[in-house]
C-alpha cells in the first residue's frame, strides 16, 4: 500500500471525497426544493450526480496512470539496478580470472626459475667438482715433480759423496801401497766397502 503514501493519490481521494461530501449536501438541499419547488431540483441533483460519478471515475483513473507510471518507473529503476549488478558481477568476474591467470603465470615462472636455479645449481656443483678434481691432478703432479726434484738432487748429493769417499778410499789405498804395509785383505775390504756402497747408490 505503499502507492497510498504518495502525495497525488493522497489528493486525489481528497478531491473525491469532497466531491462526494459536495454531492450528499447539494442532495440534501435538493430534496427540500423538492418538497416546494417539483421535478426541475431533482434534474439538477441527478446532473450533478453524474458529474460527481464523471469526476469520481476522472480521479481513479488519474490514480491509476500515476500508480502504473510509478510501477513502469520502479520496474525501469529495478531493471537499471539488476542491470548494473549484473554488469558489476561481469567485471568482479572478469577481474577476478585476470588475476587467476596472472597468479598462474607467476606461479608458473616461479617454477621455471626454481628449475633454471636447480639446473644452474647441478651446473655449478659439476663445475666445481671438476674443478676441485683438476686442483688436485695439478696438486698430486706438482708433488710428484718436487719429489722427483727431491729424489734427483738426494742422488746427485750422494753420488758426490761416493764420489768423495771414492777418492778418499783411492787415495788411502795409494798411500798403504806405497808404504807397502797394504795387505791383500785390507785392499778386498776396500773394494768392497766401495762397491757396496755403490751397490746402495743404485
Not at 738426494?154 to 764420489?163: G, Q
Request: aromatic share 4%; hydrophobic share 45%.
Amino acid at each position: 500500500m505503499d502507492f497510498l503514501r504518495k502525495p497525488v493519490v493522497v489528493a486525489g481521494i481528497q478531491i473525491g471525497l469532497i466531491a462526494l461530501l459536495a454531492a450528499s449536501g447539494f442532495a440534501s438541499g435538493g430534496e427540500g426544493e423538492a418538497h416546494g419547488g417539483g421535478h426541475g431540483g431533482g434534474a439538477q441533483l441527478k446532473d450533478f450526480m453524474w458529474r460527481c460519478i464523471d469526476f469520481a471515475a476522472l480521479v481513479v483513473i488519474i490514480v491509476w496512470a500515476v500508480k502504473k507510471a510509478d510501477m513502469k518507473k520502479a520496474l525501469a529503476d529495478r531493471q537499471a539496478t539488476i542491470e548494473k549488478s549484473l554488469r558489476e558481477a561481469d567485471e568482479m568476474k572478469a577481474s577476478a580470472e585476470k588475476k587467476f591467470a596472472e597468479y598462474n603465470e607467476k606461479i608458473a615462472q616461479a617454477n621455471r626459475d626454481t628449475e633454471n636455479l636447480q639446473k644452474v645449481m647441478r651446473e655449478e656443483g659439476l663445475a666445481e667438482k671438476a674443478r676441485i678434481i683438476a686442483e688436485s691432478k695439478i696438486a698430486a703432479e706438482r708433488i710428484k715433480e718436487q719429489a722427483k726434484v727431491l729424489a734427483d738432487q738426494e742422488i746427485v748429493r750422494a753420488k758426490t759423496e761416493l764420489r768423495e769417499e771414492a777418492a778418499r778410499l783411492s787415495v788411502e789405498l795409494a798411500e798403504q801401497t806405497l808404504k807397502g804395509a797394504v795387505k791383500q785383505d785390507d785392499q778386498n775390504r776396500l773394494v768392497g766397502e766401495y762397491l757396496t756402497k755403490v751397490v746402495e747408490l743404485n
